[in-house]
């Protein structure tokens, strides 16, 4: 879970400057249906009338600035927070993801050594890698999810994907058939049903909910 609070301070000590990069960052601005972001836009409504902001005019900018984080970081366990890396923004999710990330400390002593001072502050790197065979020309996805979510089924995965980031995931997993739903067969003895999306279902967030929903549970074993 993101802490607001700690956001709007750190927003509020940052300059246009030192913000210029994050504004590359997709914030989905214009995409009303975003969850996550019209809880962004709530707090930074209520952080200008607390008096969090010292410069006024800056709501809008907050507003941006939250949904950009909400958007686009990723889960840093050794920080127990959540932090932004730029180029690692740019991968596209998946719920069966062909690369991860992973972070290490680098202390920044070195890269101060030159100007004549040093400094204890520590910086993160982030960097990617395959958990398979990768192909020229593939797609490099990572998800979004952390591992627990990976194992919810189809519609959580897409329900969380809808409220946190803004899109419903209709990546190959999601299409296919749900084997987290599995079901003993009510015609076999030792076979497992498993629903099978139809064409209706490549939107579906929770399928108790969905009408005119078009879903097969077939049998592994006895078809």
Not at 16 to 25: D, E, M, R, V
Not at 43 to 56: D, R
Not at 163 to 175: A, D, M, N, P
Request: aromatic content about 6%; hydrophobic content about 45%.
């Amino acid at each position: 879970a993101l802490d607001m609070d700690v956001l709007c301070d750190f927003f509020s000590m940052q300059t246009g400057s030192q913000l210029a990069t994050l504004w590359k960052l997709a914030s989905l601005n214009d995409q009303e249906d975003y969850a996550a972001g019209r809880l962004a836009d709530k707090v930074a409504e209520l952080a200008v009338a607390k008096g969090l902001l010292a410069e006024f005019g800056r709501q809008a900018d907050l507003a941006r600035f939250l949904r950009i984080v909400s958007v686009n970081a990723h889960t840093v366990p050794r920080v127990r927070g959540v932090m932004l890396f730029f180029w690692l923004s740019m991968l596209s999710h998946s719920c069966a993801p062909n690369a991860t990330y992973g972070t290490h400390a680098l202390t920044a002593e070195n890269l101060q050594e030159r100007e004549g001072g040093t400094t204890e502050e520590t910086l993160f790197v982030a960097r990617t890698r395959a958990l398979c065979h990768i192909a020229a020309g593939e797609v490099v996805t990572m998800s979004y999810l952390s591992l627990q979510m990976l194992l919810s089924s189809a519609p959580t995965r897409q329900e969380l994907l809808r409220i946190q980031k803004g899109f419903v995931c209709g990546c190959e997993r999601c299409r296919g058939p749900d084997a987290v739903r599995a079901l003993p067969c009510p015609r076999c003895a030792s076979g497992f049903c498993v629903p099978e999306p139809g064409a209706l279902e490549t939107r579906a967030v929770d399928l108790a909910l969905q009408e005119g929903m078009s879903v097969e549970w077939r049998c592994r074993m006895c078809a």
